[in-house]
């Protein structure tokens, strides 16, 4: 079974730094596209950053040049390292593995950027 696990939200300053991570079990990384996706309150969820199976990156552009998505297949992990937060980085983040249709969610994690 697909099994995500998000840590590392929390309060942070405006222009500070935070590590997302997402412990994966049940799938391999060689398979399966991962990504972070955020959703304020009253917003969509959207697409924050995703890893191809090949390595390939894509990031939403009002994260580019701030956030680096990053996966380490022997501790099993996807990580989003985030600087330079806004207060309008504000949200719930969520790690999420895609293969074809199919789309498994973690829980959720809450990030808070004060100004």
């Known amino acids: 079974e697909v099994q995500l696990v998000e840590s590392g939200g929390g309060l942070v300053q405006a222009g500070g730094s935070l590590k997302l991570s997402c412990a994966k079990s049940g799938f391999s990384f060689d398979d399966y596209t991962i990504g972070w996706y955020r959703q304020a309150p009253g917003n969509q969820r959207e697409l924050v950053a995703r890893?191809?199976?090949?390595?390939?990156?894509e990031y939403a552009e009002s994260v580019k040049g701030r956030f680096s998505i990053s996966r380490d297949k022997t501790q099993k992990t996807m990580y989003l390292q985030m600087n330079s937060l806004k207060p309008e980085d504000t949200a719930t983040y969520y790690c999420?593995?895609?293969?074809?249709?199919?789309?498994?969610w973690g829980q959720g994690t809450q990030v808070t950027v004060s100004s």
């Open positions: 890893i191809s199976p090949g390595g390939g990156t």
């Open positions: 999420a593995a895609t293969l074809g249709s199919y789309v498994r």
